[in-house]
């Protein structure tokens, strides 16, 4: 079992969903020590492994509020996968970084910079392959 924590974010990994449970129960245990408590709405679970696709109980807090199960979760940015194997999704990044690029890309048509965008790109692209 493991507990990795950053700043306000905890992440438990547990190797059975029972022993996840028993984790959960002492996470909560030691948060209302210090006069912090689990935000349910914020917290889900997903399962790694070669049973990712089946069905278990759901956890339970301390309080008996239910934990769902997810397809991902978002752990300090970085969305990670429900899958056989562990992985990680780069799609929101991807998302983030094609709305972004296109808002500028349509501020520079608005302002008449139209061709600006392309030849930095081309000139990215020339630059990194070295030719």
Same mark, same amino acid.
């Given at each position: 079992?493991?507990i990795?924590l950053?700043?306000?974010? #905890?992440l438990?990994?547990?190797?059975? +969903?029972?022993?996840?449970?028993?984790? =959960? =129960?002492?996470?909560?245990?030691?948060?209302?020590?210090?006069?912090?408590? =689990?935000n !349910?709405?914020?917290? +889900?679970? #997903?399962? #790694? %492994?070669?049973?990712?696709? $089946?069905?278990?109980?759901?956890?339970?807090?301390?309080?008996?509020? +239910?934990? *769902?199960? $997810?397809?991902? *979760? &978002?752990?300090? %940015?970085?969305?990670?996968?429900?899958?056989?194997s562990?992985?990680?999704?780069?799609?929101?990044?991807?998302?983030?970084?094609? &709305?972004?690029?296109?808002?500028? &890309? @349509? $501020?520079? #048509?608005?302002? %008449?910079?139209?061709?600006?965008?392309?030849?930095?790109?081309?000139?990215? +692209?020339?630059? !990194? &392959?070295g @030719?």
């Open positions: 079992m493991s990795l950053y700043a306000d974010d #905890i438990l990994a547990a190797p059975s +969903v029972t022993a996840l449970q028993q984790l =959960l =129960l002492l996470c909560e245990q030691e948060l209302m020590w210090l006069g912090m408590s =689990l !349910v709405k914020k917290s +889900v679970c #997903i399962r #790694i %492994g070669a049973r990712f696709k $089946a069905e278990c109980c759901n956890l339970v807090t301390g309080e008996g509020q +239910v934990l *769902i199960w $997810a397809n991902d *979760i &978002r752990y300090l %940015g970085v969305y990670n996968v429900s899958a056989s562990f992985k990680c999704s780069l799609d929101n990044a991807k998302r983030s970084f094609y &709305r972004s690029f296109n808002a500028i &890309r @349509t $501020a520079d #048509i608005v302002n %008449g910079l139209s061709g600006v965008c392309e030849s930095a790109i081309e000139t990215e +692209v020339y630059d !990194v &392959r @030719t």
